[in-house]
């Protein structure tokens, strides 16, 4: 597989205390790990991929696809990433969600499929400022082919206070195309401190992060 570059947009919605949400366009790549693409001469000095994956995850399935964003000059914000990993016989065996947040952190969960393509797990993991760390994630992120559809929301008794989305559809790889995407990566960040603010001016009480246990 060469790799794919998604033209997409990112969904936000909250309904707890007041409803808020946003959308914001952004561009993902699908690779797969043992395979990374060799880039056309002009994107090489600029944009790149992670390596050595397997080591750094400890993954031994077969084949690991990744839908990521790169780094550009050497810095990337991936809010999320998605590893979908297979056996030799085309099973799917785990999907990883990877999380970071604004504060440097990161968590992957480690998720089995299901028949049903829900995927399940507690959050355990502080992203925003202004949700507790609690509550179930369900999430559906079928392996992205023309188009890429992925939705995850966080449940709580009561409802789901929080719907994230991400969709897009495959484009090719031309200049234009790439340096939108180049922009739009080094303004993820930004974004998400944007929203933060503006969350924060309209009175959303603030969640402390939980300190970090010595060792």
Not at 6 to 23: I, L, M, Q, W
Not at 105 to 130: A, C, I, M, N
Not at 155 to 160: E, I, K, L, P, S
């Amino acid at each position: 597989m060469v790799a794919v570059l998604y033209e997409s947009t990112v969904r936000h919605n909250r309904t707890v205390p007041f409803k808020y949400g946003f959308a914001h366009r952004t561009y993902y790549w699908l690779v797969d790990i043992d395979n990374l693409p060799r880039l056309r001469w002009w994107m090489r000095p600029v944009i790149s991929f992670p390596r050595d994956l397997r080591a750094q995850l400890g993954l031994t399935s077969d084949r690991v696809f990744l839908l990521t964003q790169a780094k550009v000059f050497g810095h990337v914000f991936n809010p999320i990433s998605i590893y979908w990993c297979f056996k030799a016989d085309q099973t799917l065996e785990n999907v990883v969600a990877e999380v970071h947040n604004t504060y440097g952190g990161q968590h992957r969960y480690w998720l089995t499929p299901k028949e049903d393509g829900l995927l399940r797990t507690s959050k355990s993991f502080y992203v925003s400022p202004f949700f507790e760390v609690d509550g179930e994630y369900q999430m559906r992120l079928p392996l992205p082919e023309e188009l890429l559809r992925l939705r995850i929301s966080l449940t709580r008794a009561g409802g789901r206070p929080f719907r994230a989305s991400l969709t897009g559809h495959a484009v090719p790889m031309t200049a234009p195309k790439v340096l939108r995407f180049m922009v739009s990566a080094m303004l993820v960040a930004a974004r998400i401190r944007y929203h933060g603010v503006r969350l924060y001016l309209r009175g959303l009480p603030v969640v402390p992060r939980p300190r970090r246990k010595a060792a």
